[in-house]
C-alpha cells in the first residue's frame, strides 16, 4: 500500500493526465467536414435556437457534467488550491464515464468568493447537463450550492449528498445485520463539515418528509470543541442551524461524553480519535462508520476487537468501503435521463434504498457493493430517474 503514491504519481507523469477527448464522428472526408462542421452545423443551432431543450439531444450537453471546485477542502489534504486539485477532478471525470457513460469535465476556479463562483457556474451552465460540485470548503459549499438549485440543471455537491446518501445505504443494512429498527438507533457524528451536516439532515429527515425518510431517534454531533450545544459560543452559523434537528436534549461535554451508549459512530473528521474503551462504552454490538481518510478515527480490527458489530470506512482494502461512487454516477445518470432540473431530496431517498437493496442478504462484512459490481449504478439510476419522473408528472418539479 506505501508504494501506491509514488505509482500514481508516475502513471500521470506517463499519460500526462487522465482524460483526452475522442470524437464521436469521422472526419475523412469533405463531406465529414461539412456535416460535422461547416456548414451542416449551422441547422442544429437553428433547431436549438428555436427550442433550447433540443440542445439535450443534439449536443453533449444532455450527457455531460461540470466537475467544479475550487481546491479548498481536497480529499484528506485541505485547502491545495483549483491547480492542484486537477488530478482529483480528472479522477472523478474518469469515475463518471466508467460507472454511468457520462462525460464530464474538470473545473478548476482560481477563487475561493462565494459570489464569483456561483457567477461562474452560471455562465458556464449552457453548456453542460449538471454540475457536480466537489472538494469545496463548509461552510461556503452550502451556500453555493443552495444559491444554483434554479438553473434548471442538476446542481449536486458530492461531498454532502454522494457521502450521505452511502452512509444511509451502508447503516439501513447494518441496522439490518444487527437486527435494529433505524427510527430506534442514537447516532454520533464526529465532524460538523460538508459531510458531517449532510448526514445529519439525511439520518433525522431534514427537508426530506417522513413519507420518504424513516429518521433516527436521535444525532448528535461534535467537532473539535466537543457536543455542538446551545451552550457553545464559538459556532458559526452552518453549526448553529444543526442545532434545530440534532441534540434535542442540550448534551453537553466531549466525543467521549456524547459516544458512551450510542448504537452507531460515524466519523468524518482525522484519525486516531477513538479508542477500543470508547467503543466498549457504547451500546452493545455497536456500528462504527470511521471514515477520516487514509487513517480512519479507529482501525476495523481495533473496534471490532472491542465489541462492533459492523464497521465501515472511506477505505478499499477493508470491508464496507463508505466509497461516494457508489452514488453520485448513478445519481447523475438517472437525472439526466429524466432530465430533472435538480436533484431533490426525493430523489436522493430512493437512491439510497436502492443502493442498500443491491444487497438482498447483508452481512457483517458486507452492507455494501463494491464499486466494481455490475448494476450498482444502473439500479441507483433507474430509482433515481423514476422518482424524478413522478416529481415531475405531479408538478413537483419542472423540466427545462
Known amino acids: 500500500m506505501t508504494d501506491v503514491y509514488e505509482r500514481s504519481l508516475a502513471l500521470h507523469a506517463k499519460h500526462h493526465g487522465k482524460l483526452e477527448i475522442a470524437s464521436k464522428l469521422p472526419l475523412e472526408t469533405q463531406d465529414d467536414l461539412a456535416l460535422a462542421y461547416s456548414p451542416g452545423v449551422s441547422r442544429p443551432c437553428?433547431?436549438?435556437?428555436?427550442?433550447?431543450?433540443?440542445?439535450?439531444?443534439?449536443?453533449?450537453?444532455g450527457n455531460s457534467i461540470a466537475v467544479v471546485t475550487d481546491g479548498s477542502a481536497v480529499l484528506?489534504?485541505?485547502?491545495?488550491?483549483?491547480?492542484?486539485?486537477?488530478?482529483?477532478?480528472e479522477g472523478k471525470a474518469l469515475l463518471f464515464k466508467?460507472?454511468?457513460?457520462?462525460?464530464?469535465?474538470?473545473?478548476?476556479?482560481?477563487?475561493?468568493?462565494?459570489?464569483?463562483?456561483?457567477?461562474?457556474?452560471?455562465?458556464?451552465?449552457?453548456?453542460?447537463?449538471?454540475?457536480?460540485?466537489?472538494?469545496?470548503?463548509?461552510?461556503r459549499c452550502f451556500e453555493i450550492e443552495e444559491r444554483l438549485q434554479d438553473l434548471g440543471i442538476p446542481v449536486f455537491h458530492d461531498d454532502q449528498h454522494g457521502t450521505a446518501i452511502v452512509l444511509l445505504a451502508a447503516l439501513i443494512n447494518a441496522a439490518r445485520v444487527t437486527?435494529?429498527?433505524?427510527?430506534?438507533?442514537?447516532?454520533?457524528?464526529?465532524?460538523?463539515?460538508?459531510?458531517?451536516?449532510?448526514i445529519a439532515k439525511l439520518l433525522?429527515?431534514?427537508g426530506y418528509g417522513e413519507h420518504e425518510c424513516v429518521p433516527v431517534r436521535e444525532v448528535i454531533v461534535c467537532d473539535r470543541g466537543g457536543i455542538l450545544s446551545r451552550d457553545r459560543k464559538d459556532l458559526n452559523d452552518a453549526k448553529r442551524d444543526l442545532l434545530g434537528y440534532t441534540n434535542r436534549n442540550n448534551r453537553t461535554g466531549s466525543l467521549r461524553d456524547a459516544i458512551a451508549g450510542a448504537e452507531v459512530f460515524i466519523g468524518v473528521s482525522v484519525g486516531n480519535l477513538l479508542t477500543q474503551d470508547d467503543v466498549r462504552?457504547?451500546?452493545?454490538?455497536?456500528?462504527?462508520?470511521?471514515m477520516a481518510n487514509p487513517t480512519p478515527e479507529i482501525m476495523p480490527d481495533e473496534a471490532l476487537a472491542a465489541g462492533a458489530a459492523v464497521v465501515g470506512t472511506g477505505r478499499s482494502d477493508f470491508p464496507n468501503q463508505i466509497n461516494n461512487?457508489?452514488?453520485?454516477?448513478?445519481?447523475?445518470?438517472?437525472?439526466?435521463?429524466?432530465?430533472?432540473?435538480?436533484?431533490?431530496?426525493?430523489?436522493m431517498i430512493h437512491a439510497a434504498y436502492a443502493l442498500a437493496g443491491s444487497i438482498p442478504e447483508p452481512t457483517a462484512d458486507k452492507v455494501l457493493p463494491l464499486p466494481t459490481e455490475v448494476g450498482t449504478a444502473e439500479a441507483v439510476a433507474r430509482a433515481v430517474s423514476d422518482a424524478a419522473r413522478r416529481e415531475m408528472e405531479r408538478g413537483d418539479m419542472t423540466s427545462q
Open 179 to 198: 437486527e435494529r429498527k433505524l427510527e430506534d438507533l442514537s447516532v454520533v457524528i464526529m465532524g460538523a463539515g460538508a459531510a458531517g451536516t449532510a
Open 76 to 89: 484528506g489534504l485541505g485547502n491545495i488550491g483549483p491547480v492542484a486539485a486537477l488530478p482529483v477532478m
Open 204 to 206: 433525522r429527515c431534514v
Open 281 to 290: 462504552s457504547m451500546a452493545p454490538h455497536p456500528i462504527l462508520f470511521p
Open 325 to 347: 461512487v457508489l452514488a453520485f454516477p448513478g445519481i447523475f445518470r438517472g437525472a439526466l435521463d429524466a432530465a430533472a432540473p435538480r436533484i431533490s431530496a426525493h430523489m
Open 98 to 139: 466508467r460507472y454511468a457513460g457520462i462525460d464530464a469535465w474538470p473545473i478548476c476556479l482560481d477563487s475561493q468568493d462565494t459570489d464569483v463562483i456561483v457567477e461562474t457556474v452560471r455562465l458556464i451552465a449552457p453548456g453542460f447537463g449538471g454540475v457536480n460540485l466537489e472538494d469545496i470548503a463548509a461552510p
Open 46 to 61: 437553428e433547431v436549438i435556437a428555436e427550442d433550447a431543450s433540443r440542445a439535450r439531444d443534439l449536443t453533449i450537453k
